[in-house]
């Protein structure tokens, strides 16, 4: 079968390799940027796969998706030989002072739509000493089957695995403006038996509910900071995390704005997210700015993805927050849709 992914961003990346390894030989990746994805949100990602804090916003169906994402990323990245880019340490949730009643509150949240009380570790303070020594909290919860990857080198990963399997076409803008197996390829009709539109934000024309939700990070080098593991801070009005992606090297993030804008960094959410980080660990106060990115999140009207057929034209979109959370079982499911026509998750099918 002649396939075309279009969109190498996360999903198309994900998609394209695990088709490739379930015996899909006749694969092009089509994208209107080069190899190192830098117009993906996925390269700025915090790469983490949280299905327990992101139920807290997401629910059960977001649970549902996520909750094999971490087993997945590993089976993947042992399988590209790149196991160090995968940490399944757990999340630590702290508490600030005062806002110990909220927490409980997103706790049992997290019971309800996970259906496992008491999942969670409630945290002292010496539990958070165990766990992570340079961090000064008197309260916290712990997360343990959860983790994060190196969303950047994750993505150089799987590209340079795609560059040795299947045809990769960069700097080559695609037009589909209905759901139909021909498309333009720099202005060029051509025909596939099966197209599968990955191109996020790049889908408007054929899925105009799509919107953009603006995020912004900060990455920083911070020599007089170790810890081990993403850590959120729970705030009514904020929802920060600091994620490490190698040693003493962390994103700061990240952001979540209702507008579809890339313009640079705000001053206001440059301050509060350094603000944050320094009420976390102080020792970022002397952490050397590295990069401070921002780029939009491709979200459908309901914050939950998609996947759509329309004959031998199939969408997948609106990852919103979650691409890396979801992208495996996405991929799986339309893999196992393709050999048997099942539709696992059927609430995201349409
Ligand atoms: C700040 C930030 C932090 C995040 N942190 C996390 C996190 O910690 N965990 C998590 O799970 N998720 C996270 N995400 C979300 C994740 O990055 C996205 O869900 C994911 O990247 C979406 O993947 P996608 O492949 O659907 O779309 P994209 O990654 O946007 O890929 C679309 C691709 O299509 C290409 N394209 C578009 N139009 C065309 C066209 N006409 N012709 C050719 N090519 C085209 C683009 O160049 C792009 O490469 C974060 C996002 C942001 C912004």
Redesign the pocket.
Same mark, same amino acid.
């Given at each position: 079968m002649k396939i075309a992914v =279009?969109?190498? $961003? =996360?999903? $198309?990346?994900v998609l394209s390799m695990r088709l490739n390894q379930s015996g899909y030989t006749d694969i092009t990746l +089509? &994208?209107? &940027?080069n190899m190192d994805?830098k117009? /993906? !949100?996925?390269y700025?990602? $915090? #790469?983490?796969?949280?299905p327990y804090s992101e139920s807290i916003m997401g629910g059960k169906t977001i649970y549902n998706l996520g909750k094999n994402g971490l087993s997945l990323w590993k089976k993947y990245l042992n399988k590209l030989e790149v196991p160090e880019l995968y940490n399944d340490n757990g999340t630590l949730l702290l508490a600030p002072p005062n806002f110990s009643n909220e927490i409980k509150h997103y706790i049992n949240k997290i019971n309800f739509n996970t259906n496992e009380n008491n999942y969670y570790q409630v945290l002292k303070q010496s539990d958070i000493y165990d766990l992570e020594p340079e961090l000064k909290y008197n309260e916290g919860y712990y997360l343990p089957s959860e983790g994060?990857v190196n969303?950047r080198d994750t993505m150089s990963s799987i590209g340079k695995y795609l560059t040795n399997h299947i045809k990769w076409e960069v700097n080559? *803008? @695609?037009?589909c403006t209905h759901a139909s197996n021909e498309i333009t390829i720099n202005g060029m009709q051509q025909k596939f038996d099966l197209v599968i539109d990955?191109? #996020?934000? $790049? /889908?408007r024309e054929t899925l105009p509910d799509l919107r953009g939700i603006?995020? *912004?990070?900060i990455r920083v080098f911070a020599p007089e900071v170790n810890v081990s593991r993403p850590v959120r801070l729970f705030h009514p009005r904020h929802n920060i995390y600091i994620?490490p992606y190698k040693k003493h090297h962390y994103i700061i #993030?990240?952001?979540e704005i209702e507008a579809n804008d890339i313009s640079p960094i705000s001053v206001r959410s440059t301050l509060e997210l350094l603000s944050m980080a320094y009420d976390i660990h102080s020792g970022f106060s002397e952490a050397r700015v590295l990069e401070m990115?921002?780029?939009?999140? !491709?979200t459908l009207s309901n914050n939950l993805p998609q996947i759509k057929v329309d004959n031998n034209f199939i969408s @997948?979109?609106g =990852?919103?927050?979650?691409? +890396?959370?979801?992208?495996p079982t996405l991929a799986e499911s339309l893999i196992e849709y393709l050999s048997t026509g099942n539709k696992l998750y059927s609430e995201i099918w349409s």
């Open positions: =279009l969109g190498a $961003g =996360l999903m $198309g990346r +089509f &994208d209107r &940027d994805g117009q /993906s !949100p996925a700025i990602a $915090g #790469g983490m796969i949280a994060v969303a080559t *803008e @695609i037009s990955c191109r #996020g934000l $790049g /889908s603006r995020g *912004e990070i994620s #993030g990240a952001t990115s921002t780029n939009c999140r !491709p @997948i979109n =990852l919103y927050r979650h691409g +890396f959370l979801l992208s």
